[in-house]
């Protein structure tokens, strides 16, 4: 994939389930090096909000594809934030490693984002440094370094204009 190519995200419906829970399986097994996740006795890491995600509203889940539909990743987006009163968060995001360092992110990000205008929260895989990295710079990017960064969460507005309640806010 060239870089820039643009990419498009596709709703994870029922038919996307067991495609969904491998890519999160084998990020939960990328993550489980620096965030200490175990394997159960089936050889699986448990998510027990896998399931929501196909029936509860405020729950989403989309495969990163490009234009022509090869997969490229997947993100989860819900409603559950930490330091707003209400607001969406990237609860899980992957590209697959072959797209990494193209753009891929970067844009279905953006996408996601566009998705739902208002607080968004986001929190990098703990004690991953390139995760964190990554983050900041989108975020940094697509909010004009108007975003908090406390207790290893990203908080800033997705919004016309960034007139929101975080006015005045700037990056680390």
């Keep these: ?9 596709e709703r994870a419906g029922e038919s996307s389930r067991e495609l969904l829970f491998r890519l999160l399986q084998y990020s939960l097994y990328e993550e489980s ?33 490009d234009i022509g539909g090869k997969l ?14 209400r607001g969406h968060s990237i ?9 990494r360092r193209k753009g891929v992110g970067r844009q279905a990000a953006l996408l996601c984002f566009e ?22 710079s989108v975020i940094s990017r697509y909010t004009g370094g108007r975003f908090e960064f406390s207790d290893g969460i990203f908080s800033f507005f997705s919004g016309a204009g960034e007139t929101d309640g975080h006015k005045g806010l700037s990056g680390r």
Excluded at 43 to 56: H, K, M, N, T, V
Excluded at 115 to 136: I, L
């Design 1 to 9: 994939m060239d870089k820039g190519q643009p990419v498009m995200l």
């Design 33 to 65: 090096g620096t965030d200490g996740n175990k394997m159960n006795e089936n050889g699986l890491f448990d998510y027990p909000w896998f399931d929501a995600y196909f029936s509860e509203p405020g729950r989403e889940a989309w495969l990163i594809r």
């Design 72 to 85: 490229l990743g997947f993100a989860m987006v819900n409603e559950y934030v930490q330091k707003a009163d």
């Design 91 to 99: 609860a899980e995001f992957m590209v697959l490693p072959g797209f």
């Design 115 to 136: 998705k739902h205008k208002g607080n968004w929260e986001v929190s990098p895989a703990a004690g991953s440094t390139r995760a964190e990295q990554f983050w900041e």
